[in-house]
């Protein structure tokens, strides 16, 4: 496990999405600089060479520019180039492209967004998910699992996110009471979770390490404490992790 | 959704002639007080079904107060001999009419390990309610009063106590306390005109001393389960059991 | 003092052909157009998205289609009152004016008051705006929009009426020196009546008919 | 008429005026005093975000025991102080002072009016937004606190927040009927009210971005209006027209019938808020490119291309509202529409500031202390233009959305945006509203400080959103992005405290400035256009002769003309 370094630019980057998206942001930023750096030039140049000053005198008739248009153009083209290139087809996949496959052996988790922390609820060891519902939730029962569901008993419900890197995690995200986000920086994902509505988004990492899940949209007084401990782990710490909580639920009992 | 201020002003408008003719009761004697109501809770359905919470993966400040052991949400607690943790038993009608002196002190809960403690208790109204935090994380204690008026307060590590003034009746039910940071933590607050209630502990068992003689209604509450309540006449001196059994069939 | 004259208050300016106060007027029925547009949108949205089975007609829902009907054309009825006082005084006529105008204003208090039928009708069966489709697990806003729209349109009613009413009782003494100018503030009022009665033939058959 | 104007009473002519510049002078000074008190308000929360924790220095002691804990802040306050911050800057600072000082003094001067078009009119639209400010501060004394939702009042989390979110909406349907007045207004007398000879290619560009700004208000506000009415019947009739079904809060089900929507609240929210970011903007870029052009002594490059640019950005203003709402799971088909129309506005706003820069070209600039506030403005608003470039497309929003780039980036087109661009103004027309010069080094002094400073508070955001800090966070560094960047934490508060201190230097100016005995010329910066055809300052009425135009807005420096002006309202021999 490697200690993240966060710094003043992009954090860490272990998605395999993210790639494409740092790409984008990192070639926008070269783009915006380059503009910049030649209207400031050109402010400043302007500046100096047609200061006021004794005999200087403004010319009235329109200068007759035809660079502007280019440069117009050019910004015009340089987002289009960048809105049809990148941005849609990088959206496209990480919103469209659900590795739904049996082939993609992809983990499925659900989320649960509440005042003020998150919950993670894993389908336990027979793979399936317990029956879930609004009318389930109670200050004993975070996850709203039906508890006299038996597929429903051995689901391990945890406070901190764990996933194993190298597979495809299809997260379903729902709120029990206000708008949440869920976002992990060093993932590059950010999703509200509105309450009414079930949101699936996917990702998967290509790294593993020790990272933080938090929330982005203001939900309350305790907004800023709302987060969580993420593990990204091989798998086959992920499956001793799994078998350890499994442990901790004391089924046997 | 917003019915505070209607509520402040109805209770104001309702409470307010109660209460004071509540309050010119005559002087509590504790010669007249001599009988006494015990019991226990008995629980006799099937065990209800129950989860650890993880704490770590949110807080780990709060999961090493444990060192590391899950524990199980304080809900529904059974003890050894098949009775009830934390029912709420006390009178709910028939002592009207006595001015009690005040207990001493403010009734305390404590939030150690994130977890409050007690889990339910019952307090005087009048009374203050003196919130500590015993641990190295922020808190946010919310009450959420529906008779007396409900509060939010943060509580970072090492913060003073903070104190709410239980000013009006608020037992039926409990108002509920929960941490706005750490959503498994919620406890339970009784505000009662007089002192007699009383709540199970690991034996099950309650007892509401020093009554007068009389007729009473003794409620039992429970967050999970119905209110239950019976009816008892009680002689001078007189010791008598009310058994109450939970869940109701 | 002499009073700063700002022109274009009687007569219409050349671009826009029409005086300040119904450029004014316009402009906010414009702004009105756009509330009642988010208004329906919103119905729209939520209608869409109801659970099967939860969103219920009109009829279903106990809203009364005759009285309904009976009110709009008591509005329609006042909307031509409203036109004949305009014309009367245009005709120099403020005796016919004044018929009218109160006809207008009457017939929009009897719109209110068969509104406020209703409405009691409702809370008496225990309907309130946060009543949801009885029955549904996953109940609708019908009533919520039900309550809110109508009640946003009577609100319109009924500055209406006290514009109108002001018109009548004390805007007339503006007649005797500048009869234009208060048949210009008539005319505004009047368009503003018409928007409203023109909204209500949309709410009509959206509340009570779909 | 100077002397009938001194009969009327006070009352008459402070309070109940219905003369446009006395209610435009209003305006101002509330604005000015709102914008300080939300100014305040920020400096209390850069506090906390730097030295999270410690007591608030001053006046930590004298706050309540429900605000702070020992002197420092509670979380639930720090809620309070962002939304109304964001809701006292918005609506009750930049759009009274923009819209309503600058607009009501400026324009019937500027288009050769004795008033607006409906006098009365506009001074219930003052009363109104008196009121609504009013209403709002007030809340700041409920046992709740104020609004702690945003400025954004996002549901459901608005609709069960305490009483200060139902005196919020109160206060935003006041101010909303502020606007929506204002707006009939500005478009009656804009298009009503015009002297002889003003055609719509001779008018002003201040005064064409005021026309779209009204539109703007006039058509965005009402949806708000629906949806502060919807939220204020979900808070006190139990409706449920955002609250989805199924809520469950604190452990138990919330008390509302559900099957509403909380998407719906966004939606009409945005469609109002977007413009209102144009609304915000314009009246700035007009008052800059009155500023550029009368110091470069020539006219605006490209005049005609600025007003359909403008045109087109109001229009398309309309169109890209759901840019906010990428991250609510919108599906691919509305993100690549939102996508292209966000890409598509900022190609005006590119045109707009193109020409704005090219007027350089050729000029003889002048550096008087307005035209600093407006130079630095390209720059400065070209910043924030840039950065919305990133935030515009869903890719990178999804590393973006809600961090302090956000904040960077919107701050940048408003902070050092608009309110350079509002300082320029009102240096440039104080001497038309006083009679007298605001004092220069004073000037330049608060200029080159604040200029620093507000890039010392915002430059640093944008390095703590790249690392992907969120916003609105109490505490950032509960989490370890947070506490990695919080250095430039620090360094954005000491640059906001330095930049309230650095308004010392204006606040002298302002007020001493008015007693000076030095009286201003009557066209002190030699400009063209109308409002200094009158005295200065203008009388009750504003023009004894209605005046007459004969030529575009910015004839400086034309050839062979016996000065470098030319001014509008004069007959040039030809």
Redesign the interface.
């Known amino acids: 496990m490697n200690d993240p370094q966060y710094g003043w630019w992009l954090p860490p980057d272990v998605s395999v999405h993210g790639a494409d998206i740092d790409f984008m942001i990192n070639a926008i930023h070269w783009f915006m600089l380059a503009l910049f750096i030649f209207w400031g030039g050109f402010i400043v140049y302007c500046l100096i060479r047609f200061r006021a000053r004794p005999g200087h005198v403004a010319i009235y008739r329109d200068i007759e520019a035809k660079w502007n248009r280019w440069l117009e153009i050019g910004v015009a083209v340089a987002e289009t180039v960048v809105l049809v290139v990148f941005a849609m087809p990088v959206w496209a996949k990480i919103k469209d492209d659900l590795p739904l496959a049996p082939e993609q052996d992809a983990m499925v988790v659900r989320v649960v967004a509440?005042?003020?922390?998150?919950l993670?609820h894993y389908p336990g060891r027979d793979g399936t998910f317990g029956k879930t519902g609004p009318e389930f939730y109670?200050?004993?029962?975070?996850a709203g699992?039906d508890?006299d569901d038996e597929a429903g008993?051995d689901d391990i419900?945890?406070?901190?996110?764990h996933f194993p890197v190298d597979r495809p995690v299809i997260a379903r995200l729902t709120a029990k009471d206000v708008i949440h986000s869920f976002k992990i920086p060093v993932m590059r994902i950010t999703q509200d979770v509105v309450p009414g509505m079930e949101i699936t988004i996917w990702f998967q990492a290509k790294e593993t390490g020790r990272f933080q899940v938090g929330c982005a949209q203001l939900c309350?007084?305790?907004h800023y404490?709302m987060?969580?401990?993420l593990v990204i782990e091989s798998k086959e710490d992920f499956q001793k992790w799994l078998d350890e909580e499994h442990e901790?639920?004391?089924l046997d009992e | 959704?917003?019915k505070?201020?209607f509520l402040v002003l109805a209770s104001l408008a309702l409470v307010f002639p109660l209460s004071s003719g509540a309050d010119d009761g005559k002087p509590w004697d504790p010669a007249v007080g001599t009988a006494t109501i015990t019991g226990s809770v008995k629980f006799t359905g099937k065990k209800?079904?129950?989860?650890?919470i993880?704490?770590?993966?949110?807080?780990?400040k709060c999961a090493e107060a444990h060192g590391g052991k899950?524990l199980k949400?304080d809900?529904?607690i059974l003890n050894d001999n098949g009775t009830l943790r934390n029912v709420f038993v006390w009178v709910k009608s028939g002592v009207e009419g006595w001015s009690f002196p005040m207990p001493e002190g403010d009734a305390m809960l404590d939030q150690k390990g994130c977890m409050y403690s007690p889990h339910v208790q019952g307090m005087r109204k009048g009374q203050s309610l003196s919130i500590k935090t015993s641990d190295p994380t922020?808190h946010?204690v919310?009450g959420?009063a529906k008779v007396n008026?409900p509060f939010?307060?943060?509580?970072?590590a090492g913060?003073?106590n903070v104190t709410i003034k239980m000013k009006r009746d608020e037992a039926s039910p409990p108002m509920?306390v929960?941490c706005?940071?750490?959503?498994?933590m919620?406890a339970y607050v009784a505000v009662v005109e007089h002192p007699y209630f009383s709540v199970t502990g690991d034996d099950g068992s309650f007892k509401l001393e020093n009554l007068p003689p009389g007729t009473y209604t003794i409620e039992a509450w429970h967050?999970?389960y119905e209110v239950m309540e019976q009816t008892v006449t009680i002689g001078d001196k007189e010791t008598k059991t009310v058994e109450f059994a939970y869940p109701k069939s | 003092m002499s009073e700063i004259v700002i022109p274009y208050r009687t007569e219409p300016h050349p671009l826009t052909g029409v005086t300040s106060g119904k450029l004014g007027i316009w402009l906010f029925l414009a702004s009105e157009v756009m509330l009642f547009g988010a208004l329906f949108s919103s119905y729209v949205l939520l209608r869409v998205g109801a659970a099967e089975g939860t969103w219920p007609t009109g009829v279903e829902a106990g809203l009364n289609v005759p009285i309904g009907t009976f009110n709009t054309l008591v509005l329609i009825t006042s909307s031509i009152t409203m036109v004949m006082s305009w014309a009367s005084l245009k005709m120099g006529n403020p005796g016919a004016f004044k018929r009218y105008m109160g006809a207008t204003i009457a017939l929009g208090m009897l719109f209110l008051v068969v509104k406020g039928f209703e409405y009691s009708g409702k809370f008496h069966h225990g309907i309130f705006p946060a009543t949801g489709w009885p029955g549904a697990s996953d109940p609708s806003t019908f009533y919520g929009f039900y309550f809110t729209i109508t009640g946003l349109h009577a609100l319109h009613v009924f500055l209406g009426i006290l514009v109108n009413i002001w018109l009548l009782v004390w805007g007339l003494a503006l007649y005797k020196t500048e009869p234009e100018r208060f048949a210009g503030r008539v005319e505004i009022s009047g368009l503003y009546w018409h928007f409203v009665d023109l909204v209500w033939i949309f709410l009509f058959p959206l509340l009570y008919l779909l | 008429m100077s002397e009938s104007h001194a009969k009327l009473g006070f009352l008459r002519s402070y309070v109940f005026s219905t003369d446009h510049k006395v209610i435009g002078i209003q305006y101002g000074i509330t604005a000015l005093l709102f914008l300080f008190f939300g100014l305040c308000l920020m400096m209390m929360m850069r506090w906390q975000l730097a030295y999270p924790?410690e007591a608030i220095p001053i006046i930590g002691g004298l706050l309540g025991e429900?605000l702070v804990?020992?002197g420092?802040m509670?979380?639930?306050f720090y809620n309070s102080l962002g939304a109304m911050h964001g809701t006292i800057m918005v609506f009750m600072g930049i759009v009274p002072l923009a819209v309503g000082a600058f607009g009501n003094y400026i324009v019937p001067l500027q288009i050769g009016a004795p008033d607006m078009a409906f006098p009365r009119l506009n001074m219930a639209s003052y009363q109104a937004f008196v009121i609504g400010g009013l209403v709002m501060l007030s809340s700041f004394f409920l046992?709740?606190g104020a609004a702690s939702s945003g400025w954004t009042s996002y549901a459901p989390l608005s609709?069960?927040a305490?009483?200060g979110?139902?005196f919020w909406l109160i206060g935003m349907i006041f101010l909303i009927a502020s606007s929506l007045l204002g707006a009939i207004n500005f478009i009656v007398t804009i298009i009503h009210l015009r002297a002889e000879g003003l055609t719509f290619f001779r008018l002003p560009f201040f005064i064409w971005s005021q026309l779209v700004t009204a539109f703007l208000l006039l058509l965005a506000f009402p949806p708000l209006q629906v949806a502060a009415i919807f939220q204020l019947m979900?808070?006190?009739a139990?409706t449920s027209f955002f609250m989805p079904t199924g809520l469950v809060s604190?452990?138990?089900p919330v008390?509302?019938v559900g099957g509403g929507s909380p998407l719906l609240w966004q939606h009409l929210f945005w469609f109002l808020a977007h413009p209102e970011v144009y609304v915000l903007i314009l009246p700035g870029m007009g008052i800059v490119a009155e500023v550029i052009a009368n110091n470069s002594r020539k006219p605006l490059w490209g005049y005609r291309p600025m007003v359909y640019s403008l045109l087109f950005l109001g229009f398309m203003s309309f169109c890209v509202w759901a840019h906010h709402m990428y991250m609510t799971g919108m599906g691919t088909t509305m993100s690549t529409f939102f996508q292209i129309t966000t890409m598509i506005i900022s190609i005006p706003s590119v045109i707009i500031l193109t020409c704005l820069v090219i007027s350089l070209w050729g000029a003889s600039i002048r550096f008087p202390v307005p035209m600093l506030f407006a130079l630095a403005f390209l720059p400065m608003f070209g910043i924030g233009g840039l950065t919305g470039l990133p935030l515009g497309l869903a890719a990178p929003d999804a590393h973006f959305h809600d961090t302090y780039y956000v904040i960077g980036h919107f701050h940048y087109v408003v902070a050092p945006g608009t309110i350079f661009a509002m300082f320029a103004g009102i240096y440039h027309w104080y001497p038309k509203v006083t009679g007298r010069q605001m004092n220069v080094p004073l000037g330049k002094l608060h200029f080159w400080l604040s200029f620093v400073f507000m890039n010392g508070i915002f430059m640093p955001m944008m390095f703590e959103g790249m690392a992907g800090v969120s916003r609105r966070l109490f505490d950032p560094t509960v989490y370890e992005i947070g506490a990695a960047v919080h250095g430039l934490t620090t360094m954005s508060s000491w640059s906001a405290w330095l930049l309230a201190l650095s308004q010392i230097p204006f606040i002298i100016n302002f007020f001493m400035s008015m007693r000076k005995k030095e009286r201003a010329e009557e066209n002190p910066w030699q400009a063209t256009t109308l409002e200094w055809a009158t005295s200065t300052p203008p009388p009750h009425g504003n023009f004894v002769e209605p005046p007459v135009v004969y030529s575009g807005p910015y004839e400086y420096s034309v050839p062979g003309a016996s000065s470098d002006f030319s001014p509008q309202f004069i007959k040039q021999e030809s």
């Open positions: 509440e005042q003020f922390k998150w993670f109670a200050d004993d029962n975070p699992l508890f008993w419900t945890v406070r901190g996110f309350g007084l305790g404490e987060k969580a401990n901790a639920l004391g | 959704m917003d505070r201020l209800p079904r129950s989860r650890p993880d704490m770590a993966g949110a807080d780990e899950r949400p809900t529904v922020a946010n919310h959420y008026r939010n307060r943060s509580q970072p913060a003073a509920k929960k706005d940071i750490h959503p498994w919620n967050e999970k | 924790g429900t804990d020992d420092a509670l979380p639930s046992p709740g609709v069960t305490t009483t979110q139902t979900d808070r006190l139990d604190g452990g138990d008390a509302a």
